[in-house]
């Protein structure tokens, strides 16, 4: 499975942003799906992740009710919906995939993008 990340860039506080991830291959719709994000000088955190089903999600506290995960998986299609933004949200964000349910840990998830970078002003 290959990722591809899009639709970061500069954003004002209180703005939205959609960030969208392209999957290839064809198992894409049985994958696990996750969104992490590494703010500079921090490690990678766990965001939100959705079940291969999409009915079942899972946020971090900080995220809640201000972020959405959904999928596509007609389109191999990832997105995170990030409403109310808060320079605390300033990162990378990267999405990952993995063939099991594997939760929130960063380092249970076999296959990466490359990052889409937001910044939010104050």
């Known amino acids: 499975v290959q990722l591809v990340e899009s639709g970061g860039g500069l954003v004002q506080a209180g703005g939205s942003r959609r960030l969208s991830c392209a999957a290839s291959g064809r198992t894409f719709s049985t994958y696990t799906m996750g969104w992490f994000r590494q703010a500079p000088g921090k490690e990678r955190e766990f965001v939100a992740i959705?079940?291969?089903?999409?009915?079942?999600?899972y946020y971090e506290d900080s995220v809640k009710g201000r972020f959405t995960i959904s999928r596509d998986n007609a389109k191999n299609m990832v997105y995170l919906h990030m409403n109310s933004l808060i320079p605390e949200d300033t990162a990378v964000y990267y999405c990952?995939?993995?063939?099991?349910?594997?939760?929130?840990?960063?380092?249970?998830?076999?296959?990466w993008g490359q990052g889409t970078r937001i910044t939010v002003s104050s």
């Open positions: 959705i079940d291969w089903t999409g009915g079942n999600t």
């Open positions: 990952a995939a993995d063939p099991d349910w594997v939760g929130p840990e960063a380092g249970e998830y076999d296959y």
